[in-house]
């Protein structure tokens, strides 16, 4: 089945710092990658996705890129917030009976100091 | 539209006991899906229900089960509880996007807790 590798497990950056964090994944007919964001007791939200015919995403200060060959994509945060403190979880999506199914990454936290 | 809701929040149960999760996708939502939620294992995929039939379903125990009614609302069911199924069980749902269900819109989940 799909493994889905995540780094760093922790991540500590001062407030305006830039933070990347990186995925790979094995199973290349994955072509679906969503982020979520989980805070502290809240539930898992997605951030960002991006698509296998597609190499880089923006949204504001969040941006993905997708490197299809060597199965690998980030997520890069700009001028970071105390706000965006949090654990950040990767995925990758295979079809399957209808439906993407993501396996996880096993998480990010993401600390920005103020 | 309201979001993903999940019934109770939290539960205690003794080993052995069965326990009973409720989901209520976004309306419109025909696809919902469980998660387990560990700090050891991470998130898990346990399984995914679309318009009442089960369409996929990940590498859990058969103790593991669940079913989706007629409005998308699912349940799921854990017999025989053991200590280890202690864990945040999330449901999400999802609709079509073309032909597929992709970007998951979880609930807040439930804190199953076994002693």
């Known amino acids: 089945g799909e493994n889905v590798e995540q780094h760093p497990s922790t991540l500590s950056v001062q407030e305006g710092d830039s933070a990347v964090i990186k995925c790979t994944y094995s199973?290349?007919?994955?072509?679906?990658f969503p982020w979520y964001k989980q805070e502290l007791g809240k539930r898992p939200q997605l951030i960002i996705d991006?698509?296998?015919?597609?190499g880089e995403k923006k949204d504001q200060r969040i941006a993905v890129t997708l490197n299809k060959t060597a199965k690998h994509f980030s997520l890069h945060i700009t001028e970071t917030q105390p706000e965006d403190s949090a654990v950040y979880f990767c995925?990758?999506?295979?079809?399957?009976?209808?439906?993407?199914?993501?396996?996880f990454g096993r998480g990010t936290s993401l600390i920005v100091h103020p | 539209k309201a979001g993903v809701t999940q019934t109770p929040r939290y539960l205690i149960k003794t080993r052995g006991q069965q326990v009973t999760l409720s989901c209520s996708p976004i309306?419109?939502?025909?696809?919902v899906s469980w998660y387990q939620q560990t700090p050891g294992q991470g998130l898990q995929f346990l399984f995914e229900?679309?318009?009442?039939?089960?369409?996929n379903k990940g590498n859990f125990p058969g103790r593991f089960s669940g079913r989706q009614f007629s409005n998308s609302r699912s349940e799921m069911n854990v017999s025989t509880l053991e200590l280890g199924d202690s864990a945040l069980y999330l449901c999400?749902?999802?609709?079509?996007?073309?032909?597929?269900?992709?970007?998951?819109?979880f609930g807040p989940g439930t804190r199953l807790t076994v002693l």
């Open positions: 309306s419109g939502h025909r696809s």
């Open positions: 995925a990758a999506s295979k079809a399957s009976g209808g439906s993407y199914i993501p396996t």
């Open positions: 199973d290349s007919a994955s072509n679906y």
């Open positions: 229900y679309f318009s009442e039939t089960q369409r």
């Open positions: 991006i698509r296998s015919n597609v």
């Open positions: 999400a749902s999802s609709t079509l996007t073309g032909t597929y269900t992709d970007t998951q819109y």
